[in-house]
């Protein structure tokens, strides 16, 4: 079952592709919806995505797909208030420029500070938000730390870079991930499982592997991408 917002916005895809056979923006989409940021549109498509209602053309900038009708799959036939929201916002788009190759749409991510030891993630989060580029995201919910120090500079990570993190609480071994130690020690780390216990690796050969008991580390994300500033 879609919620409301999700319907609407499928709503607005669809008819935009038919009419033009565009995709709109992630600015059209969140004016159209009435949303306060991108971030907001970000979320719905990850979970239209992942219900199976629409996906991601590969390298192509604000290319999206619909691969099942909005009515499909046990959806709610859109009421008549979403019908005439996306109908007043294509209003103005109805004899559209000729197409040209879009720019990549930009979307805002909480920004949660540095990953500094003795630092919790709780503790880092407010307000902030970095401009990220959508591609550079996949499905899910994201974040972005400052790294801090160079523990992981042998898989490209160096300090003052931004980890861009996606939300989950589970890991593979061999991912990259941000761990809370003890509930106190934000860090980035390769994660391992070694004999019942949890290694945390360094990508640093200047620095030893640290092992803790796996109640004692909370995986908080795994990283998804990297943000570079030259300055």
């Avoid at 992630?26 to 991108?38: I, P, T």
Wanted: aromatic share 4%.
């Amino acid at each position: 079952m879609l919620t409301r917002k999700q319907h609407e916005l499928l709503t607005f895809i669809q008819t935009r592709l038919e009419e033009s056979g565009i995709s709109p923006s992630f600015e059209e989409m969140k004016e159209a919806l009435d949303l306060k940021s991108k971030s907001g549109v970000h979320r719905l498509i990850s979970a239209l995505e992942e219900r199976g209602f629409i996906r991601r053309l590969p390298n192509r900038a604000r290319a999206l797909e619909v691969i099942r009708d909005s009515d499909a799959g046990g959806a709610k036939p859109a009421s008549r208030a979403a019908a005439a929201t996306a109908q007043s916002a294509l209003a103005p788009l109805r004899n559209p420029a000729p197409a040209r190759e879009p720019a990549n749409d930009v979307i805002e991510i909480p920004l949660h500070g540095r990953i500094a030891a003795g630092v919790p993630i709780e503790a880092l989060e407010g307000t902030s938000t970095l401009p990220v580029p959508a591609a550079l995201l996949g499905s899910g919910e994201h974040y972005a730390l400052e790294v801090s120090g160079d523990s992981m500079v042998e898989a490209g990570i160096l300090d003052g870079d931004y980890a861009l993190v996606r939300r989950t609480d589970t890991a593979r071994d061999g991912e990259i991930v941000v761990a809370l130690v003890r509930g106190e020690e934000a860090t980035l780390k390769y994660l391992r499982r070694e004999r019942g216990m949890v290694r945390l690796d360094p990508a640093n050969a200047a620095y030893d592997p640290q092992y803790y008991q796996p109640h004692e580390v909370q995986v908080q994300g795994k990283l998804a991408g990297l943000l570079r500033r030259y300055h």
